[in-house]
Nanobody, 124 residues
Framework: QVQLVESGGGLVQAGDSLRLSCVVSGRTFSRYAMGWFRQAPGKEREFVGSVSGSAGIIRYADSVKGRFTISRDNAKNTVYLQMNSLKLEDTAVYYC?????????????????WGQGTQVTVSS
């Protein structure tokens, strides 16, 4: 069973930066497409970004483009979400997700495995 463990969330002020990490168990991490999603209170879970297995392709939601950066270290089975210039509306629980085939996927139902989520709160 593949397990995903996120870390790095916290309380920050608007304009600050935060980096989330997601460690994935298993020996075939480099074959997995990885995604980041978030869910704010009272809202549906939304796509943040996705990275292919080789990190050759990365896509972002328009709402975070230019502020967030996804990267992955296949030697460490870890994917990162660097969040800069955080805004109040970035407050949410952030989830990483894995799909057992490389590529780019935008919909949460396309992912096979999910982490438990980490809370990011941006205050004014």
């Amino acid at each position: 069973q593949v397990q995903l463990v996120e870390s790095g969330g916290g309380l920050v002020q608007a304009g600050d930066s935060l980096r989330l990490s997601c460690v994935v168990s298993g020996r075939t991490f480099s074959r997995y497409a990885m995604g980041w999603f978030r869910q704010a209170p009272g809202k549906e879970r939304e796509f943040v970004g996705s990275v292919s297995g080789s990190a050759g392709i990365i896509r972002y939601a328009d709402s975070v483009k230019g502020r967030f950066t996804i990267s992955r270290d296949n030697a460490k089975n870890t994917v990162y979400l660097q969040m800069n210039s955080l805004k109040l509306e970035d407050t949410a629980v952030y989830y990483c997700a894995a799909r057992a085939y490389s590529g780019i996927y935008f919909r949460d139902r396309e992912y096979d495995y999910w982490g438990q989520g980490t809370q990011v709160t941006v205050s004014s």
